[in-house]
């Protein structure tokens, strides 16, 4: 005979109405897998009358999600609302103090609250669990906990923003700009249609950076200034001068260890187009790990959307009803260190450049000065003048130099007279 | 306070030797992500004075490793012997009915006993872990049972031989012969020394297949007849011919359902260049995934060695640590069910095919009329003459035909008196 287990379902989007879906259609499934009968007994929604792809009984509809949270029926609770803090917080607050287990898609809320919730839920002997908020359909962090467990990962480097990665495809394949490529991804729900800044400024890569960070590296979420870079800024032109330069740019979330110090980072790269990150294309994500014993491991899928997403919260509800007891991430929340940060300043990194200036004699040598100056050399030098406008673009390749010396050449260039352009600038990455 | 757990592990050879030193050396490590404190209570090998990277003290070492199996101290034990039968098979047996979890990295006993020992396992309520035995340091029967579990997978595709994969790259890029790269392989212990028939006949990758076939599809493992070729017939004068052609050849493994019947198949493909599988070279496996609600997923990783063999039995072991306690396939071995086979004969399929013929007026009529009798019908021939030895290689290139006709059709080529040389084929795979 089956154990029964109940369910709370917080948050009826795209996300919720799927999950509702597949726990329902696989319910024989989940019971010979694991001996447990699961019952939804609540599910929780802005709006009861939203047009939905199923029926549901009004008895298990709450207007207000805290009575799921308090609901001593309850056994699991799923938060699909998706803010950092406000009302996602507290009703998984709530559900773990009142010993339910918790699974949330919710990067922000990992990343901004996770140390403080997975020691929640350890002292109430509950587990916390959010494989869906990094990597989409990728079990990424099922397998650096189980998979790869007691390895030493020196590096994680993923491409885990779909809508970036879609946009930045889309641009080379169909030679279109940034704003129609964007309007697109809109149109396919790819992109936020109201506010895609999160997605578009690095700052949803970097929520997933962090919490990868803590998982690979035993170390309690930082909240360090990291480095962190969008793709608003990148052009048709910079994706045709990549193509040419035979490379191809990807926005990456890397952390990494270097000198006993932790360094997280998010920006646009330049790859060379014969790696294999740089052929992970459209709406994909990608993770590459070095470990050792292991060596290095790719896992590739798709990495945003209601099905990748909901399998990954079905494979959290599994282990729970399989009964893994197990810590968030991996370990006790006091075993968890905290790992210095690195000086970003110190990094050394090559670079791409595109600015604008106006065409007449002197310019080179004064914007090759500025260059010297700031200890930066040059590698490669491309001027195309544009006779019309009595400009020239130039893109320039520079050899290693260190980032704040780098900083202090792109405020010289943006405030140096000749430039007409404010300057674009990628770095160049070997992965 | 830490329990304590005792281990055994009966094989000290790379693998055995590797794992030995990874336990002592993480031992700090498992205690505090499992709660565990992990004693390696008895080791067992052929000889005890081998030269061996470590210092062991003699009384925990057993001549017969059935004591080991037997020992009532002995909580989990490591069966790294490697027989699909024998002394393998017996360890694990008496293992599992004296209640002791085990971990094995052995793919031919459990390709061949895996049923039977799985249902051993469950009714002694113990855990019988093989992740090591498919995708070397990739967790890819972890991710299967876990990170997709309710997923409804359809076909599963994986390169799943280092051996042969490390063969055909180095072939390619060295442009050195069969026989020279196979002697390369086993200077480097890529390939076993004496005897590598196993790795290049498919063999070796049909038994990991059909041990992915019954985690993706819940069937019990079946034994029936497949499609087996291996790479011993491929000749550099392929490998260019399939880069001329803008193909790579690669050993893959498949598994689908095909009308509700089982289909699986183990031989060389020619893959178009630009796919992602086309690019994994070397000694590196990976496997592809088509689920739903999933989407697509691609585990690449390295596939051999040691170090991603002891990383994956080490997974195994925190996972028996954390306690859990585990189907063996995923789900009881009395839900498992027994799948019809794919009647191999019918399959559809496009060839390359290369062999030699007398050049000689009339030849080529009378090896196309073969073909028609057949019914398959040629799409490329290419023809290029040998004057010296009056020979004429051909290579065509065929759209697509019956496996039945296409073995009607090798038989009456390689029966044919005008053909001199048998002829070489590959299947071409759309993937």
């Known amino acids: 005979m089956h154990k029964n287990i109940n369910i709370g379902i917080i948050g009826l989007g795209q996300i919720g109405s799927r999950l509702y879906e597949e726990i329902l259609s696989k319910k024989k499934d989940i019971g010979i897998k694991t001996g447990v009968n699961v019952n939804i007994l609540a599910i929780s929604a802005k709006n009861i009358n939203k047009k939905r792809n199923f029926k549901f009984s009004k008895k298990i509809f709450y207007k207000n999600p805290i009575y799921i949270a308090k609901d001593p029926r309850i056994d699991i609770v799923f938060e699909l609302i ?21 699974i949330t898609a919710n990067k922000a809320l990992i990343a901004k ?5 997975s020691s929640l839920a350890e002292k109430n002997k509950v587990n916390l669990e959010f494989e869906a908020s990094v ?7 099922r397998t650096i906990k189980e998979g790869l467990a007691t390895n030493k990962i020196n590096k994680v480097v993923g491409i885990l923003n779909g809508t970036c990665n879609y946009i930045l495809s889309k641009m080379e394949s169909s030679k279109d700009s940034f704003a129609n490529v964007l309007r697109k991804a809109q149109i396919l729900g790819y992109a ?9 400024n690095g700052y949803d890569t970097l929520a997933k950076v ?18 962190m870079n969008g793709i608003e800024n990148i052009e048709l032109e910079d994706i045709k001068m990549a193509d040419k330069l035979n490379f191809r740019i990807k926005l990456l979330g890397i952390t990494e260890i270097i000198n006993n110090q932790l360094f997280e980072r998010v920006h646009p790269c330049l790859i060379k187009k014969d790696t294999y990150i740089a052929n992970v294309n459209g709406v994909m994500n990608a993770v590459i790990l070095e470990g050792k014993p292991v060596g290095q491991s790719l896992l590739q899928g798709e990495g945003a959307g209601p099905g990748p997403t909901s399998s990954a919260l079905m494979s959290d509800l599994l282990s729970i009803l399989r009964g893994n007891i197990k810590y968030p991430f991996g370990l006790p929340f006091k075993k968890r260190k905290k790992i210095n940060t690195y000086d970003k300043n110190q990094y050394l990194n090559s670079f791409y450049l595109r600015f604008d200036v106006k065409d007449k004699p002197g310019v080179l040598s004064s914007i090759t000065k500025v260059f010297t100056k700031n ?11 544009d006779k019309k406008n009595k400009t020239a673009s130039i893109v320039i390749l520079t050899h290693e130099a260190r980032e704040k010396n780098f900083n202090s050449l792109i405020f010289n260039l943006n405030n140096n007279k000749s430039v007409k352009k404010k300057s674009t600038f990628i770095r160049i990455e070997k992965v």
């Open 82 to 102: 998706g803010y950092s803090d406000g009302l996602s917080k507290k009703v998984v607050e709530l559900a773990l103090k009142n010993k339910k287990h918790v």
């Open 192 to 200: 936020e249609p109201r506010d895609p800044r999160f997605d578009l």
């Open 375 to 385: 200890k930066i050399s040059i590698k490669n030098l491309i001027q195309k003048p």
């Open 210 to 227: 962090r919490i990868l960070s803590a998982l690979v590296f035993n170390n309690k979420i930082s909240k360090n200034n990291c480095l």
């Open 135 to 141: 990597g989409g359909g990728i079990p990424i962090l």
């Open 113 to 117: 609250n996770g140390d403080y919730l």
